[in-house]
């Protein structure tokens, strides 16, 4: 018997496409560990755990993505918002060590978030030696990572108003006001069309795309051994999804490199580093001209998108054909405007990009091709702009189903910036992170040395697994 809907006065939503692209992992993962965001951030300042329980209790009026509630209604998933609560306990947990505080919350950040249990997110106060700290595990289709970061930051600005005896911050804006918006587009048939004939062009103007895995082409050359015409084969893998991270580092004085040559070049520092990653792919795969990578889309250009909570993110794939005559500058050029192109149709529902993508090329639900997804996460310097000295420490769930995702987060304290690998272990091995990270790093020196070197010669320069 379907499941009816709760007896609510509220209205009942379904989920909008970037919880929709959330909810597709976790139904498609046997271990349902991939679609929720552990993470602590250390404070570095006496905290007051009783007065900051009062303030999350603020914060439960302040951020309705905390008061998100979901169930079934003859089995389509519906959300709605319930009125501000009061919680009256707050685990408080004391460490002796960073690593033992790391042990407990990754155990906690591989069991599971029930959302149709009425949880949808887990808090835990901590201290550990004279820090103290915040504990955060909320389902991804509660909220991404920057609406994460949100929460982090109103939550501590709340606090310091309570401490100080001041105004509380400027109301955030409502995800559920968003939730509307996104109804509205697709409402918009106009819109919604141009957008679908942006991407029916998008997919077909350059044909079927190739599968560049950072692993290299065993992957590809297996599949071809049934039919040598496949270019893109399955590597969806629910069963074997196993994940670890592996995290590598890149310095201050390269970070600084990146950041000046992309105030020079009025383009982001994901395009350059993202440049840099493909390179690798193309390296290892016969140096293919052709890779395509997905590059998760923030979507919080808007005021009222960069403070709020609630999932809006989008993964957008970039697909960029080039020539081994091609410059360095000219090269991530190339990804800088493929990236513009898509940020221009960023609401249009990934599940129907990938959907159009699959009916076009004939592929199934297994197949993509995309073996990575790269998230620059400059969320450590949002975090300081709440007035506390900060750190900020993601924790892994276990289990993913892509084979690797890439998140940079820059880090405000040294000035360099960290690479976290989360990689499916049966297809990439720590190994292959490590030739994949210090390519993607002689990329960039030799990119910032010198603009004009081509690609050509930044793969001659590149190491192969054969090397």
Same mark, same amino acid.
């Given at each position: 018997?379907?499941?009816?809907?709760?007896?609510?006065?509220?209205?009942?939503?379904?989920?909008?496409?970037?919880?929709?692209?959330?909810?597709?992992?976790?139904?498609?993962?046997?271990?349902?560990?991939?679609?929720?965001?552990?993470?602590?951030?250390?404070?570095?300042?006496?905290?007051?755990?009783?007065?900051?329980?009062?303030?999350?209790? +603020?914060? $439960?009026?302040?951020?309705?993505?905390? !008061? /998100?509630? %979901?169930? #079934?209604?003859?089995? @389509?998933?519906?959300? &709605? *918002?319930?009125?501000?609560?009061?919680?009256?306990?707050?685990?408080?947990?004391?460490?002796?060590?960073?690593?033992?505080?790391?042990?407990?919350?990754?155990?906690?950040?591989?069991?599971? +978030?029930? $959302?149709?249990?009425?949880?949808?997110? !887990? /808090?835990? %106060?901590? #201290?550990?030696?004279? @820090?103290?700290?915040? &504990? *955060?595990?909320?389902?991804?289709?509660?909220?991404?990572?920057?609406?994460?970061?949100?929460?982090?930051?109103?939550?501590?600005?709340?606090?310091?108003?309570?401490?100080?005896?001041?105004?509380?911050?400027?109301?955030?804006?409502?995800?559920?006001?968003?939730?509307?918006?996104?109804?509205?587009?697709?409402?918009?048939?106009?819109?919604?069309?141009?957008?679908?004939?942006?991407?029916?062009?998008?997919?077909?103007?350059?044909?079927?795309?190739?599968?560049?895995?950072?692993?290299?082409?065993?992957?590809?050359?297996?599949?071809?051994?049934?039919?040598?015409?496949?270019?893109?084969?399955?590597?969806?893998?629910?069963?074997?999804?196993?994940?670890?991270?592996?995290?590598?580092?890149?310095?201050?004085?390269?970070?600084?490199?990146?950041?000046?040559?992309?105030?020079?070049?009025?383009?982001?520092?994901?395009?350059?580093?993202?440049?840099?990653?493909?390179?690798?792919?193309?390296?290892?795969?016969?140096?293919?001209?052709?890779?395509?990578?997905?590059?998760?889309?923030?979507?919080?250009?808007?005021?009222?998108?960069?403070?709020?909570?609630?999932?809006?993110?989008?993964?957008?794939?970039?697909?960029?054909?080039?020539?081994?005559?091609?410059?360095?500058?000219?090269?991530?050029?190339?990804?800088?405007?493929?990236?513009?192109?898509?940020?221009?149709?960023?609401?249009?529902?990934?599940?129907?990009?990938?959907?159009?993508?699959?009916?076009?090329?004939?592929?199934?639900?297994?197949?993509?091709?995309?073996?990575?997804?790269?998230?620059?996460?400059?969320?450590?310097?949002?975090?300081?702009?709440?007035?506390?000295?900060?750190?900020?420490?993601?924790?892994?769930?276990?289990?993913?189903?892509?084979?690797?995702?890439?998140?940079?987060?820059?880090?405000?304290?040294?000035?360099?910036?960290?690479?976290?690998?989360?990689?499916?272990?049966?297809?990439?091995?720590?190994?292959?992170?490590?030739?994949?990270?210090?390519?993607?790093?002689?990329?960039?020196?030799?990119?910032?040395?010198?603009?004009?070197?081509?690609?050509?010669?930044?793969?001659?320069?590149?190491?192969?697994?054969?090397?």
């Amino acid at each position: 018997m379907a499941k009816k809907a709760p007896v609510t006065d509220k209205p009942l939503y379904d989920l909008i496409p970037s919880q929709q692209t959330m909810y597709i992992m976790l139904k498609y993962s046997l271990h349902k560990e991939v679609t929720q965001i552990p993470a602590s951030i250390g404070i570095n300042a006496k905290i007051d755990f009783d007065l900051l329980k009062k303030a999350f209790n +603020i914060e $439960i009026e302040r951020n309705d993505a905390l !008061r /998100l509630r %979901f169930t #079934k209604v003859d089995g @389509k998933i519906k959300q &709605y *918002f319930i009125d501000p609560y009061t919680v009256d306990e707050i685990p408080v947990k004391e460490f002796k060590s960073k690593e033992e505080q790391d042990r407990f919350f990754l155990k906690d950040a591989k069991t599971p +978030i029930r $959302i149709f249990k009425d949880e949808t997110y !887990r /808090l835990i %106060f901590y #201290k550990t030696g004279e @820090k103290y700290g915040i &504990y *955060f595990n909320v389902s991804h289709i509660v909220t991404d990572a920057l609406g994460a970061a949100v929460f982090y930051m109103d939550l501590l600005a709340v606090y310091r108003a309570l401490l100080n005896g001041t105004e509380l911050p400027e109301p955030l804006y409502k995800y559920e006001d968003h939730i509307k918006r996104e109804f509205e587009y697709l409402g918009n048939e106009k819109r919604h069309n141009k957008d679908a004939e942006f991407y029916k062009n998008y997919w077909t103007e350059n044909g079927e795309p190739f599968y560049a895995g950072v692993h290299g082409p065993d992957l590809l050359e297996k599949a071809r051994r049934k039919d040598p015409s496949i270019r893109v084969p399955k590597a969806f893998d629910p069963i074997h999804d196993k994940i670890v991270v592996t995290t590598k580092y890149m310095s201050e004085a390269e970070t600084n490199a990146v950041y000046d040559y992309c105030k020079e070049h009025l383009i982001t520092p994901e395009c350059v580093l993202l440049y840099a990653l493909r390179a690798h792919a193309s390296k290892v795969n016969y140096r293919t001209p052709d890779v395509l990578n997905m590059l998760m889309c923030g979507r919080r250009a808007k005021k009222q998108d960069k403070f709020m909570g609630g999932c809006i993110t989008q993964p957008i794939q970039i697909r960029v054909i080039t020539e081994e005559t091609d410059t360095f500058n000219e090269a991530v050029a190339k990804v800088s405007s493929c990236r513009t192109s898509l940020l221009r149709h960023m609401d249009y529902p990934y599940l129907e990009a990938r959907g159009m993508q699959q009916q076009i090329f004939g592929y199934s639900t297994s197949q993509g091709p995309s073996c990575l997804m790269f998230s620059w996460l400059p969320i450590g310097y949002a975090l300081n702009e709440s007035s506390f000295d900060v750190d900020y420490t993601a924790y892994e769930t276990g289990r993913f189903v892509m084979p690797l995702y890439i998140f940079a987060i820059p880090d405000p304290k040294n000035g360099g910036t960290e690479f976290r690998y989360m990689h499916r272990t049966n297809l990439i091995s720590t190994e292959t992170i490590d030739l994949l990270h210090e390519n993607a790093m002689k990329t960039l020196r030799m990119g910032m040395d010198n603009p004009e070197i081509t690609v050509g010669e930044i793969l001659d320069n590149l190491d192969d697994f054969t090397d």
